[in-house]
């Protein structure tokens, strides 16, 4: 019988326990026999400093911009409350997650698993009537992270594209947004064709100087002229509730980003724990977002938008965004030799593929609230509830529940959770997209 990957990873890195017992090697106590940690190797590793700087430049960006909309649609105390609430089932599940992850590299005996190696595995560890579908549940994990992946780049697209055309507006004649849209993927074009993420460290530096520069202006215009509170709702009918949770989860949390940092951290054991850089650099988030959801909703009121930036400089973050679906894409697709020579190839035919349908989408259904939306309920109902549940109840199966299954009820009420918000937030979501393409293809 051929061997496979994990088996041979394991004769690599423990060749003096190549006839353990499986039932040992696959344990939960399997800690004690592989830490992962160990052989972990990154060639620049992150400290806990650069770590919690690096989640706060990957979490807080254009999505704070769309809070003070969240809190107008759930009013001053439920949004506090909700936000709260939120940010720490978000947590927990980033939490479950990378136990997960870690767990499934002591059980195949590797130092690092992608999140849809993660979802394989744990299927394999699970009950055997899943075992079959080990592979096509690692595949559609991968194509959930290349969705998800397309809608934030999408909305970022169409944010993008709305602040150009006010800046237009203001300067020139009225063109309508999807003009701008086009010019907006013209002008991204040569920035999506970069291949190596060093080469857009620079571009993501000038980014951040410019988005925390708009950041300062935001908040001069939002404390000035704040009108009486007792104008603003303090709660808001529960019907609108979902919207909240849509874009706020969408502001609020980066799975991918998450998993990322704490792969290249140089003390990767420092990043849970109750003080650990997660849970610091989430408080600050929740902080920040509150901060400026309140006070947008609070000098906007009814009339805030989607983004309530007009005119401020825009930074330059979809072309980080649009490496990350790339990689993705071609994780497996890099490991054969035999395509070598056409990877570069593809990888560019790719790129300009995804970059053509974001702005087909984006063109089709410049509804920034919508795509906001839509992304949140998608990611937060998949990535961060589904996929944590799934990969923990399959790794405890053999192992036990604890005490009155409570492991197993957790992860349930988990899925139950992430099935009803996706539903629904998505349901929501795409109505107003169908609606608004239809409004498109009845004006040409």
């Known amino acids: 019988m051929e061997r496979k990957p994990q088996d041979q990873a394991q004769n690599?890195?423990?060749?003096?326990?190549?006839?353990?017992?499986?039932?040992i090697v696959q344990s939960m106590t399997s800690f004690y026999i592989y830490n992962p940690y160990e052989k972990r190797s990154v060639e620049v590793p992150l400290t806990n400093c650069d770590a919690f700087i690096s989640l706060l430049k990957c979490v807080i960006g254009t999505g704070i911009l769309a809070m003070p909309l969240a809190f107008r649609c759930s009013g001053f105390v439920v949004g506090a409350v909700m936000s709260i609430l939120l940010m720490i089932l978000l947590t927990y599940s980033i939490h479950l997650l990378i136990a997960g992850m870690t767990e499934c590299c002591r059980r195949r005996r590797v130092p690092q698993v992608s999140m849809p190696e993660a979802v394989r595995i744990a299927y394999e560890e699970g009950p055997k009537w899943v075992n079959c579908f080990g592979r096509a549940a690692g595949f559609m994990t991968t194509c959930v992270l290349v969705f998800g992946q397309f809608l934030l780049?999408?909305?970022?697209l169409v944010f993008v594209s709305k602040n150009f055309k006010e800046i237009g507006d203001h300067y020139g004649e009225r063109y309508n947004e999807r003009y701008y849209v086009l010019v907006a993927c013209l002008l991204l074009l040569p920035l999506f064709m970069i291949r190596r993420l060093k080469y857009l460290v620079p571009l993501n530096l000038v980014s951040n100087l410019l988005l925390y520069a708009g950041f300062a202006l935001i908040m001069y215009y939002l404390f000035t002229g704040l009108p009486n509170i007792k104008d603003r709702e303090l709660a808001t009918p529960p019907v609108e509730w979902i919207e909240f949770f849509a874009i706020a989860a969408f502001s609020l949390t980066a799975v991918g980003s998450m998993l990322v940092v704490e792969a290249h951290m140089a003390y990767p054991q420092s990043y849970l724990g109750l003080f650990g850089v997660l849970n610091l650099a989430v408080l600050f988030?929740?902080?920040?977002?509150?901060?400026?959801g309140i006070i947008g909703y609070w000098r906007f009121g009814e009339s805030v938008h989607a983004s309530i930036t007009l005119n401020i400089p825009q930074d330059e973050i979809y072309p980080l965004n649009g490496f990350v679906v790339i990689t993705v894409i071609f994780s497996d697709y890099e490991k054969s030799e035999a395509n070598g020579r056409n990877r570069t190839l593809m990888e560019y035919v790719v790129r300009l593929v995804f970059l053509f349908l974001t702005g087909a989408v984006a063109i089709g259904v410049p509804n920034l609230a919508a795509l906001t939306?839509?992304?949140?309920a998608f990611s937060l109902s998949n990535l961060n509830l589904l996929c944590p549940a799934l990969i923990d109840m399959f790794l405890n199966y053999s192992a036990g529940y604890g005490r009155l299954m409570w492991k197993l009820i957790r992860d349930i009420v988990l899925i139950l959770i992430g099935l009803i918000f996706g539903i629904v937030g998505c349901t929501v979501a795409v109505k107003q997209l169908i609606h608004d393409l239809q409004l498109t293809l009845g004006s040409m």
Not at 153 to 156: G, K, M, N, R
């Open 285 to 292: 988030i929740l902080l920040s977002n509150m901060f400026f």
């Open 153 to 156: 780049c999408t909305v970022y």
């Open 12 to 23: 690599r890195d423990d060749p003096g326990q190549q006839n353990e017992p499986l039932s």
């Open 373 to 376: 939306e839509l992304e949140g």
